[in-house]
């Protein structure tokens, strides 16, 4: 009797172990991401809003990055973790907005990769973002997005009041680090 006793105590103080984490704050520092379902007319009002050198709002002082990829692309899954790490440097001062178009691809594969490699944002910066490109004829959006582009991927894209740089194949850190610098 008095083991089944203990063993019933035990077995409550793991569940309170496990239902209460040390640091309960800990989990809400984070956010789940959310994959946002798009038309090519959502990304291309997004690029005239940073991208266009008539807005003369400073307050608008953004760098938005645009970054195709798919969860079938092995250079675009390779880069993925820089822009990330970028991404989560830059949050301090708000200046850089990532948005991650996952393009020929399908919500519960870019959703289920997500959750698979972990990307977690905090929750108190809202400068990385993941969409979904629902169009499915590539030859309908590649031309509105980049003219120059022939719709390979990985493809970024970087926009700041007018100016524009656009690379195309698999960055990394440095070299993406770098081109950010840039604006």
Same mark, same amino acid.
């Given at each position: 009797m008095k083991n089944s006793f203990q063993g019933i105590i035990l077995f409550f103080i793991l569940i309170t172990f496990c239902a209460f984490p040390k640091n309960a704050n800990a989990q809400n520092e984070y =956010? *789940?991401?959310?994959?946002?379902?798009? =038309?090519?007319k959502t990304i291309l009002a997004e690029m005239q809003k940073n991208g266009n050198k008539e807005n003369k709002d400073t307050k608008n002082d953004t760098t938005l990055i645009f970054n195709f990829w798919a969860t079938w692309c092995v250079p675009c899954v390779k880069e993925l973790p820089d822009f990330i790490k970028l991404a989560n440097e830059a949050i301090e001062n708000n200046t850089r907005k990532f948005i991650f178009v996952a393009v020929? +691809? /399908?919500? !519960?594969?870019?959703? &289920?990769?997500?959750? =698979? @490699? *972990?990307f977690n944002v905090p929750s108190k910066y809202?400068? #990385?973002? &993941?969409?979904?490109? +629902?169009?499915? /004829?590539?030859?309908?959006?590649?031309?509105?997005? +980049? /003219?120059?582009? /022939?719709?390979?991927?990985? &493809?970024?894209?970087?926009? !700041? @009041?007018?100016?524009? =740089?656009?690379?195309?194949?698999? #960055?990394?850190?440095?070299?993406? !680090? !770098?081109?950010?610098?840039? &604006?």
């Open positions: =956010k *789940k991401l959310v994959v946002k379902t798009v =038309k090519l020929e +691809d /399908d919500l !519960k594969k870019v959703e &289920f990769f997500l959750e =698979k @490699k *972990k809202a400068n #990385i973002e &993941f969409w979904l490109l +629902d169009e499915h /004829d590539a030859n309908l959006w590649v031309t509105p997005i +980049d /003219d120059k582009w /022939d719709g390979a991927i990985p &493809f970024t894209m970087t926009l !700041k @009041k007018g100016q524009r =740089k656009t690379h195309l194949g698999e #960055i990394h850190y440095e070299a993406l !680090k !770098k081109l950010l610098l840039e &604006f």
